[in-house]
């Protein structure tokens, strides 16, 4: 299994709603990674982590609060979004630690398209 | 500063034509490119990659890319397209150690049948 599944696909939400952007993978990848892609740009690293731990947060407002309750899984929660924030969200995976290249590979999924009203 | 040009924003060709989009890459240290499609509507997918070795890659669907370290380019080719090629393409680097890809700003494909 080489893929990554995301849910919802779609999300519209008000800015003082509280959602959930949810992330899974089952090839026991232990980096996972979410990604904002605005239309016609490229994607945007907003976090990632490995093992579990926060590995980095690119200075992500802290309306965006990520999560990893195992090695499976990957939360996005989101509270009190603004209009500016409405994007493709992409997770993906890959596997982590050491130097081999081959690590480097990563696994995208098809994303949730989020519009803050 | 590490980073990924895309110099070819937008390209428009017939059918049958021959697709070459540019990639030049600033990274320090072993590089690691890939070049990855997003179709309308759909989410990110790898073509192909580079690690090492031969500097002639050959990917997905009839792509090739070939890695010339003293130019600093992975240069994305295809001797015939298709209308279904019509896509967005990112060439994207990384290093070995590291999790982070720079991304280059994407070339917008668009193909005539």
């Known amino acids: 299994d080489t893929e990554v599944t995301q849910t919802p696909k779609h999300l519209v939400m008000g800015m003082t709603n509280k959602k959930s952007l949810k992330c899974e993978q089952h090839m026991g990848h232990r980096a996972m990674y979410w990604y904002k892609q605005k239309a016609k740009k490229p994607p945007e690293l907003m976090f990632v982590?490995?093992?579990?731990?926060?590995?980095i947060n690119e200075s992500v407002p802290s309306r965006f609060s990520p999560e990893c309750p195992n090695s499976s899984l990957l939360n996005l929660h989101l509270h009190a979004l603004q209009p500016e924030d409405s994007a493709l969200y992409l997770c993906?995976?890959?596997?982590?630690?050491?130097?081999?290249?081959?690590?480097?590979?990563?696994?995208f999924g098809p994303g949730t398209r989020l519009t803050v009203l | 500063a590490q980073s990924v040009s895309q110099h070819n924003h937008h390209v428009i060709l017939s059918e049958a034509a021959s697709l070459e989009l540019g990639c030049n890459y600033s990274?320090?240290?072993?590089?690691?490119l890939f070049w990855y499609v997003q179709y309308p509507g759909q989410h990110l997918q790898l073509l192909l990659k580079?690690?090492?070795?031969?500097?002639l890659v050959k990917g997905i669907k009839g792509f090739e890319a070939e890695f010339i370290k003293s130019k600093f380019s992975f240069n994305l080719r295809k001797p015939s397209v298709q209308w279904s090629d019509t896509a967005e393409y990112f060439c994207a680097a990384t290093g070995s150690g590291t999790y982070k890809y720079i991304f280059g700003t994407g070339t917008r494909l668009k193909v005539l049948a």
């Open positions: 990274y320090g240290g072993t590089v690691n």
């Open positions: 982590y490995s093992y579990e731990k926060l590995s």
């Open positions: 993906a995976s890959s596997q982590a630690g050491g130097t081999l290249s081959s690590y480097n590979e990563q696994f």
């Open positions: 580079y690690f090492s070795g031969d500097p």
